[in-house]
């Protein structure tokens, strides 16, 4: 069964408004979540790394602003799309590791965003 | 340089062929090493971790060669279900220095034919 958990698995929004996905690690804690973006027919691309009880670690190019993150608990990380605009359309990715070196990484399921 | 550049592919083979896929690479300091499965529409999938002695898992060959910087997969007797995106990933820390950070290379589509 899945080992990290995300939500919503699919969401359709209209422009202009915010959407929040949820990633849950379910039975372990994860210190650090890594948040990913995948649009069609291209890589994943590292958006940020969620830190329990800290600030995200944003990879340049990746608006703070836009993009919020909040791991405000050892299970749960949260993205937060604002402002939301068609080209935020793709696939997020969570991640999570049991561990600062993170050798072991479970994926969430993803969650679709089309933003209309 | 990118941190990961993986063959762009994509790969068209016939059943039973053998297919090769490579990685290279930037940052020497990297941890460890992976290839991960990504079916069409689903997430990733850890297919086997890459080892600097090199492993195998059935038909999957998994090689590391720090010295060059690449990694490698072997899938011989390819099957029907064979058919995904292949895409490498090396653990290295961040910008920061204060986390690790899983890269991917941008993947590589193989299709088996009948």
């Known amino acids: 069964g899945a080992v990290v958990s995300q939500h919503p698995s699919r969401v359709i929004c209209k422009s202009g408004t915010s959407v929040k996905i949820e990633c849950r690690s379910l039975?372990?804690?994860?210190?650090?979540m890594f948040w990913y973006r995948q649009f069609p027919k291209k890589s994943l691309m590292l958006m940020a790394t969620s830190n329990e009880g800290s600030k995200a670690t944003y990879e340049q190019g990746v608006e703070k602003d836009k993009f919020l993150i909040n791991h405000a608990s050892l299970t749960l990380s949260t993205l937060t799309v604002t402002s939301a605009h068609p080209e935020d359309s793709s696939f997020y990715i969570c991640s999570a590791a049991n561990g600062i070196r993170g050798n072991t990484i479970y994926f969430g399921e993803g969650s679709w965003l089309t933003v209309v | 340089r990118k941190e990961v550049e993986q063959d762009p592919g994509p790969f068209n083979v016939p059943e039973g062929a053998t297919v090769a896929f490579n990685c290279t690479y930037s940052?020497?300091?990297?941890?460890?090493f992976f290839w991960y499965r990504q079916d069409c529409r689903k997430e990733p999938k850890l297919l086997m971790s890459v080892y600097s002695s090199g492993n195998e898992d059935g038909r999957f060959t998994a090689q590391l060669n720090r010295a060059s910087q690449y990694i490698s997969l072997l899938i011989r007797d390819s099957k029907l279900s064979d058919s995904a995106t292949y895409l490498c990933?090396?653990?290295?820390?961040?910008?920061?220095?204060?986390?690790?950070?899983?890269?991917f290379g941008k993947g590589t589509l193989l299709t088996v034919n009948p």
């Open positions: 990933a090396v653990n290295m820390l961040n910008s920061g220095g204060s986390n690790y950070k899983l890269t």
């Open positions: 940052n020497s300091a990297s941890q460890s």
């Open positions: 039975d372990f804690q994860a210190t650090t």
